[in-house]
């Protein structure tokens, strides 16, 4: 089976830089991905990374360590609108089921 | 472009009682999941289909729990009987085909079972 751990809550104010972690553990690894989720809403994709290193898209970057089993998402010049629940999820090789962490609820304060 | 999208939004049933949730997918997309998701947790896949073959339902309570994808497009979840513990919201998700890493999400249905 897979697991993931990452925290259940982080909290920052406007402006600031947050960083929320993601350890994994799996076989047939294939890649890491990152979704946000509003309360109430759906989750909607952030970023995908399959090869070691950082990938950036706007204010989010993600990162990725095959050999550590960890990546994380980075996440700058916070915004209020960015107060919601971040998932890490894993999917394996020849497989698009994505299996998903626990969330980590970010909370921006002004 | 239309995202996912599920029917009901809401739904409230007595235990014991069957319960259905239909789901359209985005056009063109071949893979089709349906996700459970319990109040604080993430996303637990429940079934995933190939147009309209389900390849991955080890996770579904096939004693309860049903699911069909008529021509590879719509699909249709099904519960019966309803228990309290089924109370969740109920994800569907889809995604261009299996090689594709980004799935689209619908709203989801949030089922209550009293």
């Known amino acids: 089976g897979q697991s993931l751990e990452q925290p259940s809550e982080v909290t920052a104010v406007e402006g600031a830089i947050v960083q929320i972690n993601c350890t994994y553990q799996?076989?047939?690894?294939?890649?890491l991905s990152w979704y946000q989720q509003h309360d109430g809403g759906a989750p909607t994709f952030l970023s995908y990374n399959a090869l070691d290193g950082l990938e950036e898209t706007g204010r989010f970057s993600s990162f990725l360590s095959r050999s550590d089993s960890y990546g994380y998402l980075l996440l700058q010049e916070l915004q209020m609108k960015d107060s919601a629940s971040y998932f890490c999820?894993?999917?394996?090789?020849?497989?698009?089921?994505?299996?998903f962490g626990k969330g980590t609820m970010l909370l921006v304060s002004p | 472009e239309a995202g996912v999208v599920q029917s009901p939004r809401y739904k409230i049933i007595e235990k014991k009682q069957p319960v259905a949730f239909w789901c359209n997918p985005i056009?063109?997309?071949?893979?089709l999941y349906w996700y459970l998701q319990n109040l604080g947790q993430g996303p637990e896949l429940l079934i995933r289909y190939e147009n309209e073959e389900a390849v991955d339902d080890s996770q579904l309570p096939k004693d309860r729990f049903s699911a069909e994808r008529l021509k590879g497009v719509d699909s249709t979840l099904k519960i019966q009987p309803a228990e309290l513990g089924d109370s969740a919201v109920y994800l569907c998700a889809s995604s261009l085909d299996r090689a594709n890493t980004e799935a689209f999400f619908g709203q989801g249905t949030r089922l209550t079972v009293v």
């Open positions: 056009s063109g997309h071949n893979t």
């Open positions: 999820a894993v999917s394996l090789t020849g497989y698009s089921t994505l299996t």
């Open positions: 799996t076989s047939g690894f294939y890649g």
